[in-house]
Each structure stands twice: as C-alpha cells, then as structure tokens.
C-alpha cells in the first residue's frame, strides 16, 4: 500500500490555531483516481490544519490508501450504506462531528448529502465532479441526474471540476456563469511515482529483448474497455512489433479479466498479456514501460495518463476532453479517435513508444514541476475552500448564487 509522508505542506504555509474539520463523502473505496489523489493530498492538508474525516457510500470499507491515511492522520472512516437509514446516519453523524465542511465527491448524487449538510448549518458545501458524465442516458438516469442536480444548485457553496468538462457535461454546460465553479485540477504527487519498486517488469512477464512493453493501469470496469488490448498488440504483430501488454488494477464482478482473457486467446496472445492485479508500486512499473495505453471511454482527468507522462513515458488514450486537456498543457499523449480501430492504436503506440525513447526521466520532471498539475497548487485549492473566511466576499457571493437558483 502507499504511503505519504507526515511533513509535507503548502510552501510557506502556517499551521493555523483553529483546526478545520472536513466530513470528505466518497463512494466505494479502491485503488481508483478520486482515491489516489485525495490520499496524496491528505499530508499536506494535515500540516496546514486540516481534519478529515471519511465516509463512504458501502457497508464495508474497501482496498486502496485513502483510508489507512485518513486514520493515520487523526480522521475516522465511517461506512454508510446507501439505504433507507442512510439520511438518517448521515445527519447523526454530522450532529457529532460538527463539520466545517462537507466535501462529496459523488457527481449529481452529491445533492442529496450536501442538503442534509445544509439542513445541519454546515457553512462550506461542496461538490466534487471528477468524469465527464457524457455517456448516453436513460430515461431514469436523466430523471434521477435532474432531481440530484436540483438539490445541488440549493446547497452547494462550491462546485469542483477536476477539468472543465467534468463540469460541462456533469453539472451544467453554463457553468462559467455560475460564481460557485471553478476548476481545481487534480494534483500529483511525483515522489510517490518516483518511490521504487520489486520487481524488474520485463523479467516479471518475461517479455523478450526489443520487445515493446505496454502497460496499461485502471480497475476492471467496462468504459475502461482494457479487452482492447489484445487485439492492439495483434496489430502491433501484424506491424512486425513484437510487444506484451500489462494490465495493472483491481478486478471487479464484471467479468472484464475474464473477457480480456478471451481476447488474448481469440488472438493467439494469451502468453502476452499480463493481469497483475493491484500493485502499490504502479510508479516504479509506469518508469519500466516503453509506452502506456489507455482506452477508457469515461474519464475526467485520467491519472493513466498524467501519471507516465509526468515521468517522461508515452501515452496513447481516447479522444476526451480530459486527455485533450493533459495534451494541451504537456507533451507526450498520442491521441486516438474513440471508435479507432486497433490498428490505429498500434501506429500510435509506435508514435509515444518513440517519444519515451527520446525523452529523460530529468526532462519530464521539470516540465511537471513547472505545470498546473503539480501537486502543492491543488493543496493550496483546497486550502482556499475549506477556509473561507478569508475571502468573505467571494464566500458571500457564491452562497447568494446558490440561493438564487
């Protein structure tokens, strides 16, 4: 499992005299993106006064960091299960905190808390939008999307995206005329990626020399459509690229590794590709890849590829706007339509699989360092919402927003 260390703060940070307690609501825990990046940020926001506290939307607490950081840092982690006692357990639960902030990180759902928190007189409400929600909707998801979203419009104080089409197709498509939204990228931590690992990736799944090692990291669920794989690297065969592709990631009760297996049998690669299930070492393996693929169709701002990218390593991912987003600010990702084809994904990882070969450890780090994802600019972020009452003006304006709508 990571850790995070206990000393890291905002640059030039003081620790405040009053303690902030901050109620974060998440949803099942994992080894996922939401998970990850609040686990990193924790550290910092503990030196800068900042309690927080966890609850999570399942009658077990699962896998991943998020949770032991939270209680080494003096938080509790509280299960909520999502049925007819959840209001009720909520509110208890906020009568006993008394939390300054609500924090949810449950898309439209975030309504329905963030009303009880209001109910409760909690001053800072905020809601977290970290996909883009720009799958196709029923008639009942477009009912229920409506119905939470109207709860949030009346007790949110602050409207998070992780990119802005998280906010554009998750909340509102005119959320620029609302003075409660604003961006707050997620923030990277890159001596976590730099921590190092156990093993030798090319001698763990045998992989030959001058093969071309693909990793590709996110959990087992259908939008990330990692069965892609296999028939990529068939291509990348039929291209004269010999290459073996790793899949790094927690499964879950959908069959996906058991499709992915199919797709490496029906092409002729079961010995080349490789699931390796969840690792706490994913930097030190994303540093030993020749390139990184990524074909989710869901995202909003996808740590599969920020992640190799911050370390100098290609990436090849869909056409969205959160992966347009990481290209516009920093080199490295080779964008692939949605509906590509396989062998369009094969002449791309050749494309990043020469830019990993041209580009330094030391190079990529720098660029990081001086980009919008660092990780210090997203404590600070946070710092500025959970601390409101420094910008009184700016707290009275968004809660008159929300009343207004």
């Known amino acids: 499992m990571p850790t995070f260390p206990d000393d890291l703060a905002v640059p030039g940070a003081r620790r405040p005299a009053r303690t902030c307690r901050v109620l974060r609501i998440v949803g099942e825990l994992n080894f996922g993106g939401t998970e990850m990046r609040t686990a990193e940020l924790l550290p910092r926001l503990a030196a800068a006064g900042v309690e927080v506290h ?39 639960l906020l009568r006993r905190l008394r939390p300054d902030v609500v924090h949810v990180d449950c898309a439209n759902f975030s309504g329905v808390p963030l009303a009880l928190a209001r109910l409760r007189g909690v001053p800072v409400r905020v809601a977290h939008f970290r996909g883009d929600d720009n799958l196709r909707r029923s008639l009942r998801r477009r009912v229920y999307r409506r119905l939470c979203g109207r709860l949030l419009q009346r007790s949110a104080t602050d409207i998070l995206g992780v990119s802005p089409s998280a ?59 990692r069965w892609l794989l296999p028939p990529i690297l068939a291509e990348l065969r039929a291209l004269g690229v010999s290459a ?66 911050a370390l100098g390593i290609g990436a090849v991912a869909a056409d969205l706007p959160g992966v347009r987003f990481i290209e516009a600010h920093l080199p490295g990702v080779t964008v692939v339509d949605t509906d590509a084809p396989p062998r369009a994904w094969a002449e791309a990882v050749r494309t990043a699989a020469a830019y990993t070969a041209a580009t330094t450890p030391e190079t990529a780090a720098a660029r990081f360092a001086d980009s919008i994802f660092a990780i210090d600019a997203a404590a600070a972020a946070h710092l500025a919402i959970y601390r409101p009452e420094k910008d009184s003006t700016a707290q009275q304006s968004r809660l008159t927003a929300g009343s207004e709508r």
Do not use: M
Request: hydrophobic share 40%; aromatic share 2%.
């Open 244 to 309: 073996h592709a790793v899949l790094v990631g927690p499964g879950d009760d959908a069959d996906d590794d058991a499709r992915v297996r199919a797709a490496a049998r029906a092409a002729g690669l079961a010995d080349r590709v490789h699931l390796i299930g969840p690792r706490d070492d994913v930097g030190d393996l994303l540093r030993q890849a020749d390139v990184v693929v990524h074909p989710s169709c869901l995202e909003g701002l996808p740590g599969g590829v920020l992640e190799p990218v």
């Open 167 to 225: 906010l554009t197709f998750g909340y509102d498509r005119a959320w620029q005329d609302d003075p409660r939204c604003r961006v707050v990228l997620n923030g990277l931590d890159l001596d976590r990626l730099r921590a190092p690992g156990r093993d030798d990736l090319r001698a763990l799944v045998g992989a030959e020399p001058g093969a071309l090692v693909c990793v590709s990291v996110g959990r087992a669920s259908p939008e990330k459509r």
């Open 54 to 92: 966890l609850v999570t939307l399942s009658e077990r607490i699962g896998p991943g960091p998020l949770a032991e950081t939270v209680t080494r840092h003096g938080g509790t982690v509280t299960p909520i299960a999502l049925d007819a006692h959840f209001a009720p357990r909520l509110i208890g």
